[in-house]
């Protein structure tokens, strides 16, 4: 499959996945192994990542040599935490540039404020971050957060942890086809066919969370994520046949049919 690139670096999966919410850090690490990501992102106040030297560290289950790890800001409901948070990651994982950044707007619908999300993006971005940033899907501020530097733009399909899949496949087309930037699905995604659905109208990549850890076998769900980002980017690419309400067209043609016996004796 065709790499993803995100900051001038490409990566041949375009499956990113979250750490949060498994048993623990031994079902992490398989459900990402059987995702495929090489892009996985971590929540800075919520995961030890050595803040915390007396406890386990996620880093021994997904080790910064083998995946690269997305700092994200979850959590954060202003501008200035999510700068604070994303400032601390650097130092706790030795300078990465590549982060999430997610303001959010009320803690119980999980929405973005999107005011202050452009808010922190301007000053990451003036900080030399790479900024993938998580927002509503209003292709107007998608606009103004890549205007604002950002490398990559991530509207929700739905709220987070929902699992309602795309309720508005509209505006998510809107934002792709007005990007020059990746656009990946953030938040939202219940099964695999909504991962499909999101490849198949345009999208660069999916970043998924609750719905491999909130699955029944995790590990499994992982895998069946795998194929269906690969399965809606070739269908993407491939180019499905036009939808037509009917047509009197069969599939199989008409003409040229071996003749049955009783033609023939006509």
């Known amino acids: 499959m065709d790499p993803l690139v995100i900051a001038g670096k490409a990566y041949s999966s375009r499956l990113l996945v979250g ?95 999107v005011v202050e999300t452009l808010k922190a993006a301007e000053t990451l971005v003036k900080e030399g971050f790479d900024v993938m940033v998580y927002t509503s899907d209003d292709p107007i501020m998608a606009k103004q957060l890549e205007e604002a530097g950002c490398c990559a733009v991530m509207p929700l399909a739905s709220l987070i942890g929902s699992g309602m899949g795309i309720l508005n496949p509209w505006n998510l087309m809107i934002i792709i086809d007005n990007a020059r930037v990746p656009v990946l699905v953030d938040a939202g995604v219940g099964t695999a066919s909504d991962a499909a659905i ?61 003749a049955s016996a009783r033609d023939k004796a006509a």
């Open 198 to 258: 999101a490849m198949e109208l345009g999208c660069h990549g999916v970043l998924m969370n609750t719905a491999i850890a909130g699955a029944r076998d995790p590990v499994l769900m992982a895998s069946a994520m795998k194929k269906a980002v690969e399965a809606g980017r070739e269908a993407f690419l491939a180019g499905r046949m036009a939808k037509k309400p009917y047509t009197a067209s069969p599939s199989s043609p008409t003409t040229g049919l071996i």
């Open 19 to 113: 750490t949060g919410k498994y048993q623990d850090f031994n079902q992490t690490r398989l459900a990402i192994e059987a995702s495929g990501a090489e892009i996985v992102t971590v929540a800075i106040r919520r995961t030890n990542i050595g803040q915390n030297p007396n406890e386990p560290s996620l880093l021994e289950a997904v080790p910064p040599s083998k995946y690269t790890l997305l700092p994200n800001t979850a959590g954060c409901y202003s501008a200035e935490d999510a700068v604070r948070t994303l400032r601390l990651a650097r130092e706790l994982l030795d300078g990465p540039k590549l982060v999430k950044l997610e303001v959010l707007g009320d803690p119980k619908t999980l929405y973005p404020n």
